[in-house]
């Protein structure tokens, strides 16, 4: 008899059929809409294997009702919406799709640094109201991009790559890192120093470090409060990361010039959020990886870890 397993989300049609080789599958079939908690507590009390994304809860409580479960693979580099503590303490494997977004992230990244520092979003939404009636001098100036400093706060797969992106733009880079990588300064020319001397020095923050206890509220009112007063933060990590409400009164008050938002504490982000009320805010929903191909070898990726896990093998992207 096959493993069964529950797919939480619609998949490509090919990536169902790889499933389905494998595995007897049921799978949750909204493309838009998440799984609701209780048919996911009702589904994973029968199943031994567990496909899911960064809008399920894998926590402690559903993890208890789940005797026959063997894996969790989750389509998404990051796994904080899983208790990865509980799933091991019940021999439970977490898998993540690391590598396979990285240029695609590092792209996205870079484009939301364009578009808040040249203010691209206010200003074709400028132009559609008909406010253009004129060439003016200093009419939607922004911030230049080329020759300025770019700061990371995480020098991973896709901070690197970002840093190679910022070089054709003749940034002086610097990073802050939980360990100093003297391969990637070698080879990327860049310098690493500490937090405050990131935040104090540089034009364009981009936060890229995983989230953690340890990175919660990282950037907070004191960390807003070294940063220039024409400098931008770009976050495509995770929401958690900034400080909300701290980054909402620096950005109205002029601590800081500007921000550009992929990821936000609660997703979705709900329409009256503070932050997107501000015209100096660039906000996105959550589409860091979202390039047709990418997503394709993520969602493939996600299902060749469960396959492994499921048929014997060690799953090569094995987080626990």
Same mark, same amino acid.
């Given at each position: 008899?096959?493993?069964?397993? &529950? ?11 790889? $499933?389905?080789?494998?595995?007897? #599958?049921?799978? /949750? ?18 199943? %031994? ?19 026959? =479960?063997?894996? #969790? ?34 792209? +996205? ?16 939404? &400028?132009?559609?109201?008909?406010? /253009? ?6 009419? +939607? ?46 080879? $990327?020319?860049?310098?690493? #120093? ?13 936060? +890229? ?16 409060? =070294? ?5 931008? =933060? ?22 800081? /010039? ?7 504490? %609660? ?16 906000? =996105? ?15 493939? $990726?996600a299902a060749e870890n469960l396959i492994q896990g499921l048929l014997g093998e060690t799953p090569k992207n094995l987080v626990n």
């Amino acid at each position: 008899m096959k493993p069964k397993i &529950y797919i939480t989300r619609k998949l490509p049609e090919l990536v169902v059929d790889k $499933l389905k080789n494998a595995f007897e #599958v049921r799978m /949750w079939e909204e493309e838009v809409e998440p799984v609701p908690r209780e048919i996911l507590e009702k589904e994973i009390q029968e199943v %031994e294997g567990l496909y899911c994304l960064l809008t399920e809860s894998i926590d402690r409580n559903l993890l208890t009702l789940a005797p026959r =479960l063997k894996i #969790v693979s989750n389509m998404a580099v990051g796994y904080n919406n899983i208790d990865v503590a509980a799933a091991t303490e019940k021999g439970i494997m977490v898998t993540n799709t690391p590598g396979v977004l990285t240029e695609t992230t590092a792209d +996205l990244t870079f484009a939301l640094l364009m578009a808040s520092a040249r203010r691209i979003v206010e200003a074709s939404d &400028y132009l559609r109201a008909g406010s /253009w009636k004129t060439w003016s001098p200093m009419q +939607l100036t922004g911030q230049d991009i080329y020759g300025a400093t770019l700061g990371i706060f995480g020098l991973g797969r896709i901070g690197e790559s970002l840093a190679k992106r910022a070089r054709g733009f003749d940034m002086n880079i610097l990073y802050h890192n939980r360990s100093r990588k003297p391969r990637a300064e070698e080879q $990327l020319g860049i310098k690493y #120093v500490d937090k405050e001397a990131l935040l104090r020095e540089s034009d364009f923050v981009c936060v +890229l470090t995983p989230y953690t206890p340890e990175t919660e509220n990282y950037i907070g009112t004191a960390e807003l409060s =070294l940063m220039k007063r024409n400098a931008v =933060l770009i976050n495509t990590a995770r929401g958690g990361i900034v400080n909300e409400e701290a980054l909402y009164h620096a950005l109205k008050s002029g601590q800081i /010039w500007g921000a550009g938002l992929d990821v936000f504490k %609660e997703e979705p982000v709900r329409t009256d959020h503070p932050l997107l009320s501000l015209p100096n805010v660039v906000a =996105l929903p959550h589409i860091g990886s979202a390039s047709r191909n990418t997503r394709l070898k993520m969602a493939l $990726l996600a299902a060749e870890n469960l396959i492994q896990g499921l048929l014997g093998e060690t799953p090569k992207n094995l987080v626990n």
